[in-house]
């Protein structure tokens, strides 16, 4: 790993507010296959919560739901206390226009499991591009922010580089930079180890595990058990788009009291 991943520490967000989710009831469609079944969860602020479950149950799904890159057919989503995606109106719930949507996504940070950095951009300015897209930060400001949190995941000296050029482990680093662009309150990694090599797992799970201790609301879908046990305030088990048991690691992961999480954890630990 190029640098010192671990450097990344509460400074990185010391702007961030935390903000605590709230997920109501929540259920999702897709055709005529329900994928979330009255989900509901509370996130505190400066935690992190950890979803598990079979392929299919749900996780990605709920997370896409929490910015309303997918819309809920019923239910709705609050992050610190703000509604997502849609406002009250008349006592039911009307949707935002497509640009407050986009204003509410750039305080929550997305890390994808495929990375969807820019091809044609060189690794400081798809850190650099949100800042600047987003009128926060001039383009000088976003290049210098950008060196900055390059610097932090172990990359600074890889800021001219294409991301053709990066391994995955350095791609999915380059990702949670550009995560951590927008100074947002909430993080959520959408398997972010999946389309990695396993020898480059590691690096990409220590800078997590180190923002983890910098007062980011983090929730993060893996497979990942022991990382899980390691970083997780809170682990959320999903099953058919129910979460059928959530509890500290300690409970969950150790002493289960569900029968299919029992069956997951059996077949992955």
């Known amino acids: 790993?190029?640098?010192?991943?671990?450097?990344?520490?509460?400074?990185?967000?010391?702007?961030?507010?935390?903000?605590?989710?709230?997920?109501?009831?929540?259920h999702k469609w897709f055709g005529g296959r329900r994928v979330l079944d009255g989900v509901s969860l509370t996130v505190e602020p400066g935690t992190v919560t950890v979803?598990?479950?079979?392929?299919?149950?749900?996780?990605?799904?709920?997370?896409?739901?929490?910015?309303?890159?997918?819309?809920?057919?019923?239910?709705?989503?609050?992050?610190?206390?703000?509604?997502?995606?849609?406002?009250?109106?008349?006592?039911?719930?009307?949707?935002?226009?497509?640009?407050?949507?986009?204003?509410?996504?750039?305080?929550?940070?997305?890390v994808f499991q495929n990375f969807?950095?820019?091809?044609?951009?060189?690794v400081l300015d798809n850190?650099?591009?949100?800042?600047?897209?987003?009128?926060?930060?001039?383009?000088?400001?976003a290049?210098?922010?950008?060196?900055?949190?390059?610097?932090?995941?172990?990359?600074g000296d890889r800021g001219g580089a294409y991301p053709r050029q990066l391994s995955g482990g350095q791609q999915q680093?380059?990702?949670?930079?550009?995560?951590?662009?927008?100074?947002?309150g909430v993080i959520l990694f959408d398997e972010p180890t999946s389309a990695l090599d396993p020898e480059l797992v590691g690096e990409v799970l220590s800078v997590i595990k180190?923002?983890?201790?910098?007062?980011?609301?983090?929730?993060?879908?893996?497979?990942?058990?022991g990382f899980a046990r390691e970083v997780a305030d809170e682990v959320v088990f999903l099953h058919e788009g129910r979460i059928v048991e959530q509890g500290p690691p300690a409970q969950v992961l150790d002493h289960p009291a569900h029968p299919r999480t029992r069956e997951f954890l059996s077949k992955v630990l």
């Open 127 to 141: 850190v650099a591009a949100a800042p600047v897209a987003t009128g926060r930060l001039s383009r000088p400001q």
């Open 210 to 225: 180190d923002l983890a201790t910098g007062g980011t609301t983090l929730v993060i879908v893996t497979h990942e058990i």
């Open 173 to 184: 680093r380059v990702a949670i930079a550009r995560a951590l662009a927008l100074r947002p």
């Open 116 to 122: 969807n950095l820019f091809p044609h951009l060189t």
């Open 143 to 155: 290049q210098a922010l950008a060196q900055d949190l390059l610097r932090r995941v172990g990359l």
């Open 1 to 26: 790993m190029t640098g010192n991943a671990s450097t990344v520490t509460a400074t990185s967000t010391a702007t961030a507010r935390p903000a605590a989710i709230e997920v109501h009831d929540v």
């Open 51 to 110: 979803i598990l479950g079979r392929s299919g149950s749900g996780k990605s799904t709920l997370l896409r739901v929490l910015n309303h890159l997918e819309k809920p057919e019923a239910g709705h989503v609050s992050i610190g206390g703000e509604l997502i995606g849609v406002q009250r109106h008349g006592g039911r719930l009307k949707e935002l226009r497509e640009r407050a949507i986009l204003a509410q996504r750039g305080r929550i940070g997305f």
